[in-house]
């Protein structure tokens, strides 16, 4: 018998039977592998539309939220694990290189992980369900403060490649401060801090990290800017919400004043407002402050969180802080203050989840174990999260109705 030719024996898979293909496809583990499997050819990609309307997390539907996390035990130092609150799913996800594992997790928005290599503190975003990675930001060492990387000169034995400069109220280097010094493998862990970006599926893209010192705001446009551009400088920062309405950057100081930023120009054409004055005077107290969107008045709101360093019953893991009190303000702009209040807004049907990752809102009811008027939280004090990751969590529920706490025990992070 004649050995058939090879356009014979190749197989012909786009005529694979639909009913056979999206069984296959429905074992995958892998969203990504879903995804990629969809451009193959036109009848594959009709097939992948069908499983996707029915998958947890590429059918569009609201979901609850997922937890994404780099796992010590996973063999492979590019996978990370998507856990998903409706069905309990897993999924684990292999993402470009450098390593996830290896990164500092600077935020999430707009369902995009906010990434700082570890070794030269390059921001990339990452897409922990598709796999798409954006890679085209300035380097960080085009951040005003920061200058390097510097020629090490042996002969002075310099032992450091980059140096971080302080700036005084005149915005102008400080000459009785001497810059920090880092070196190449340490930048992330002494400049960032977190990191907020406005909708990646809409025109191009703006990144705004909140960095050291004094947080300190800079933005860059994806695949537009060459360089960090420094803004609200006369000022210290603890959070920013993109504004999907209008387009701007609200950022909160750590005097509980609001800014609003209007950036999409680039540099040249930043516009700054001042929303609301700064609410305390002096000091400033060692708070974390956030900022949400009022769901029911489309206001704002304030959650102010203070955490505070307790007794770690393991010796492995001598940093453990834990959150003992947590306020909520109402804005009122015409009046130019806060004003205190036990509930989430107008609409009390929702929970509102912080942490890490820009605050959002999830109805109440509509999942099993969310409750309403009820805040649910987790690290988010930058140098205990960023400084000592391999220390207990501090994770818990608080009812804003009555002010009580409900802390799950500490967890070690994985």
């Known amino acids: 018998m004649d050995n058939p030719s090879p ?25 990504g592998d879903l995804v990629r499997c969809g451009a193959v050819c036109r009848d594959w990609h009709a097939v992948y539309a069908s499983v996707r309307a029915r998958h947890d997390l590429l059918s569009g539907r609201a979901v609850t939220p997922c937890l994404v996390y780099a796992s010590a035990e996973s063999s492979d130092a590019r996978a990370a694990t998507i856990f998903t609150l409706t069905g309990g799913s897993t999924y684990e996800v292999t993402l470009p290189d450098p390593p996830i594992s290896s990164r500092y997790w600077l935020g999430c928005s707009h369902g995009w992980l906010i990434t700082a ?17 954006i890679d085209t930001l300035p380097p960080v060492a085009t951040i005003e403060h920061v200058r390097g990387p510097i020629q090490r000169n042996a002969s002075a034995a310099q032992d450091y490649d980059y140096e971080i400069y302080h700036y005084n109220w ?30 990646v ?3 191009s893209c703006i990144v705004v990290l909140l960095h050291s010192p004094r947080s300190s705001l800079s933005f860059a ?94 010796e492995s ?17 015409d009046a130019q203050t806060l004003v205190e209040t036990e509930t989430l807004g107008d609409d009390t049907n929702h929970a509102l989840f912080i942490g890490c990752n820009q605050p959002f809102w999830v109805r109440a009811g509509k999942y099993p174990g969310v409750e309403p008027n009820h805040i649910y939280y987790t ?21 804003v109705d009555d002010g009580s706490f409900k802390q799950f025990p500490p967890i070690s992070h994985g």
């Not at 990339?124 to 796999?131: A, E, I």
């Not at 909160?252 to 680039?266: K, N, V, Y």
């Not at 802080?321 to 702009?333: A, C, G, L």
């Not at 988010?380 to 818990?396: C, F, V």
């Open 7 to 31: 356009e014979a024996a190749a197989p012909d898979w786009s005529g694979m039977q639909a009913d056979v293909l999206a069984t296959f496809f429905e074992t995958f583990k892998n969203p």
């Open 201 to 203: 599926r809409v025109g």
């Open 379 to 399: 690290d988010n004090e930058e140098t205990y999260a960023l400084y000592y990751p391999q220390s207990p969590r501090d994770i818990g529920v608080y009812n």
């Open 317 to 333: 893991h001598p940093h453990l802080s834990t959150t003992v009190w947590i306020n909520v303000y109402r804005v009122d702009v």
């Open 221 to 314: 446009r994806v695949g537009v800017d060459e360089h960090w551009t420094w803004i609200g400088k006369q000022h210290s920062y603890a959070d920013v919400v993109y504004n999907d309405g209008d387009g701007m950057f609200y950022a909160l100081t750590l005097a509980g004043g609001i800014h609003a930023f209007d950036i999409s120009g680039g540099a040249s054409t930043v516009r700054c407002t001042i929303v609301l004055q700064n609410q305390v005077h002096g000091i400033i107290g060692t708070d974390t402050k956030y900022l949400v969107q009022d769901l029911g008045a489309r206001g704002w709101l304030q959650v102010w969180r203070m955490q505070e360093p307790v007794p770690s019953p393991e």
């Open 170 to 199: 005149r915005l102008e280097q400080r000459p009785d401060s001497r810059p920090i010094q880092v070196i190449t493998g340490e930048l992330a862990y002494f400049l960032h801090m977190r990191a907020f970006l406005s909708d």
């Open 117 to 133: 290599d570890a070794d030269s503190a390059e921001v990339r975003l990452v897409n922990p369900v598709t796999g798409q990675q």
